[in-house]
């Protein structure tokens, strides 16, 4: 176990003279600053019009300055020249809104105007929702009250800036204050205009078994967007992008890091206008919004995240990191390392019961392993899941496989001692909670529970249909099925897969309203089993995302265990969220998915790097190679998993632009460091680049275990490593540095 710590040691540093609670934010007048140690955020009320006008984000400033000189005469003017904080619609401002309501007698016109503003130490919760926290020294609260007093419609503004993390969350909330209904059509959570700045955006793409490549593109005239319009997150696209400047690096260089805090379709967006400057747009997917608000009742919209860095990329993703473990994530487990699980799929599939089972959890216990996870395949009555047509929704262990119910097979397995330890085994098992299969029970019985639009053919993916979690009577259902579960049989670890996207709705807001079901149901239940280990798994990473990590400490990275692809997918998701946050397996080879063979130790590595290690394979089938190679895996992911969880993460070299990746953690004290180098294929000339280390105190000198020699920090990171490559593909190297 690890303790928790408030801050790297990289942002320790910038804590000389640092920004604390009530000088977060000053209001002078209504100009408003919200500043951090290393960035200022600004803007103000235009005294005359009463709209809100963007400043600055980015680093220290203390002034406001004149907006950009642009001529007013022609075709715009206006507000389509101002730089807005909470763009609506109409009012000469072409550009896409932030806000976008349907009034009563149709228009969608809104003129949100400043009425008042209050500072707050700390951050209040945002109720139902999943957003960072932090008490009155962490972090400091704006909101600003803005009314349409013509339409009567209120909304809210909420800022809060994290001065230690350079950070700033917002939301906003409407209030329907006339007296018809009103309908949300888009909501941005974060907006902001940027000045004409030369910007670049990163964001990841791809697809199942292919999550989290990284893709650049000029922000250009028009709209440079994504979205996800699939229910879910998604593997298309992350509510995450990075602005960045054309000479920003990994290390170096100005980055704007905006992150979603939402499960659902998102849309994403920077658009510049013909005056150069660039509005940013994070928030709901258009498509998926309509939500309709009656009079005298709130819409609240998702938290957003901004964070800002001056040390390239990397410094962005560390301040993600940094912010996400101790000011999102409210899992006990967030700072602990990880049990080394086994996972019972790639051994036996859907073909499991109690004998093979208890046995299978025997050869783990024999391994070292310290989590056995029984999954897919235990349940179903009436339809046995024996193979993926059938059973879901239908959570009773399967009397053919488990005889006497769970708890005697689980009390079997939790009885099995450890190899080498006094502790015993301990049990995870598998659910898909929201699913359904047409071959149920429970779809038999409910079909009205299920997402659908009227009479359309109700599309079915993976041979199953989606419960609409949005309904209380599912919710309900589905808390008492897993609270019926975990309360069965001594259960330490639920892995919570989702495996299919959302099509079909009777409402484009359903998505919405399905969301905020499922924070309800997963609050109810992280709330009731604080003790249970929960792992969030959609295909892989297509929930990888903000929203879960609140109440979830860790989630499946990629269906693709091939450890070259998995390099790239983990390096992509680690653009946002902790390597701590992620959980990676060792898998057998030819792997499933690509047919490669690489070795152990590289498999190994590429899963060390995450904070929930394990093995997912038959141990029977492994090499005599294999099972050698083995127990010095496990001994060097138990020795590098405290790093992983809690200290700070550099990606020193990216597999996409270079043969010998590489990555380095620094323990949260600065006493020790794991560096992992990779070597992707044998090459006779040229020599591979020596491995330039990152974040070392450069005065202090180090011990490498590479050629046991002793080192400055400035000889490692302006110098670095000469790694001598085995004449090999796929090569791997986990050296170690001990500051003395
Ligand atoms: C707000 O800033 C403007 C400059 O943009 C300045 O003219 C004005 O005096 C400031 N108001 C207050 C109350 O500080
Ligand atoms: C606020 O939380 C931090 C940890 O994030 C803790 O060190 C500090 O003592 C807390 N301060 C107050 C006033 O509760
Ligand atoms: C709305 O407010 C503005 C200024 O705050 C005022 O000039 C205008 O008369 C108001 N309009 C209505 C319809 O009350
Ligand atoms: C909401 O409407 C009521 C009744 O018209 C009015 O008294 C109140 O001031 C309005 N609220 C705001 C924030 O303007
Ligand atoms: C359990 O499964 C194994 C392997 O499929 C099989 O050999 C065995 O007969 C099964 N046992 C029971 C009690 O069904
Ligand atoms: C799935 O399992 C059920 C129950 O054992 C069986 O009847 C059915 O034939 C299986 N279907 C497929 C496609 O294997
Ligand atoms: C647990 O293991 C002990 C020692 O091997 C054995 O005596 C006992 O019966 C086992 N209990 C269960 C529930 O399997
Ligand atoms: C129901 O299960 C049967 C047997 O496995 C399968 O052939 C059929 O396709 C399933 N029906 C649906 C709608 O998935
Ligand atoms: C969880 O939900 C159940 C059923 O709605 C309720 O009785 C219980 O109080 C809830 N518990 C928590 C911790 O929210
Ligand atoms: C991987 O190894 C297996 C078994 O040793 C062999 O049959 C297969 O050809 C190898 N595949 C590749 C792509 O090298
Ligand atoms: C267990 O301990 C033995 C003897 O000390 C050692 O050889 C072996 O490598 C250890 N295995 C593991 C997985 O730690
Ligand atoms: C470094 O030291 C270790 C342990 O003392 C030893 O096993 C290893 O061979 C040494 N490596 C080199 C390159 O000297």
Known sequence: ?????????????????????????????????????????????????????????????????????????????????????????????????????????????????????????????????????????????????????????????????????????????????????????????????LPNLDLNMIEVQGDWAHEFNRVLRKIDFGETTFRSTEGYASHTHNPFFALVTPTT???????????????????????????????????????????????GEQFQSPEAVAVYSTEGVGGMSRTFHDLYRNHLSRSQYTFQTRPILLNSWEGLGFNINETSLVSLAGEAEELGIQLFVNDDGWFGVEYPRDNDTMGLGDWTPNPAKFPDGLDPYVEQVTNYTILNSTSKLQFGIWVEPEMVNPNSTLYHEHPDWVLHAGKHARSVTRNQLVLNVGLPEVQDFIIGFMSNLLSSAPISYIKWDNNRAIHEMSRPSDDYTYILGLYRVIDNLTMQYPNVLWEGCASGGGRFDAGLLHYWPQHWTSDNTDASARLTIQLGTSLVYPPSAMGCHISAIPNGNTHRNITIEYRGHVAMMCGSFGLELNPSELSASEADALPAIMAAAKRVNPIVISGDFYRLALPDNSNWPGVQFISADGTESAVFAYQQFATLKPAAPPLRLAGLDPSARYTNDLDNATYSGATYMNAGLNIAWLGSDYQSKLIWLTKQ
């Open 249 to 295: 690096t990994e290390s170096s260089g100005e980055a704007w890091g905006f992150n979603l805090v939402w499960t659902g379709s998102f849309e994403a967006t920077a658009q510049r206008f013909s005056n150069g400057y660039i509005r940013v747009l994070l928030g709901l997917n258009p498509l998926h919004t309509s939500i309709r608000v009656p009079p």
């Open 1 to 193: 176990m690890v303790g928790a710590r408030t801050r790297s040691v990289a942002l320790a540093a910038l804590l000389a003279g640092a920004v604390v609670g009530q000088d977060a934010i000053t209001a002078s007048g209504t100009n408003f600053t919200l500043a951090a140690n290393g960035m200022s955020y600004l803007f103000h009320v235009d005294t005359e019009s009463g709209d809100l006008v963007s400043d600055h984000f980015g680093g220290p400033t203390t002034d406001f300055l004149p907006p950009a000189y642009i001529s007013s005469s022609g075709w715009h003017d206006n507000l389509a020249n101002y730089r807005r904080e909470f763009p609506d619609v109409g009012r000469s401002d072409p550009r896409l809104p932030a806000i976008h309501i349907e009034h009563a007698d149709g228009d969608t016109v809104s003129a949100f105007l400043y009425r008042s503003h209050d500072v707050v130490q700390g951050k209040p919760s945002l109720p139902g929702l999943p957003a960072t926290y932090g008490n009155a020294s962490d972090v400091t609260t704006l909101t600003v009250q803005l009314y349409d007093n013509v339409s009567d419609v209120g909304a809210v503004l909420s800022y809060s800036v994290f001065p230690q993390y350079n950070a700033i969350a917002r939301s906003f909330k409407i209030t329907n204050n006339g007296t018809s209904n009103i309908s949300i059509e888009r909501a941005a959570s974060f907006s902001l205009d």
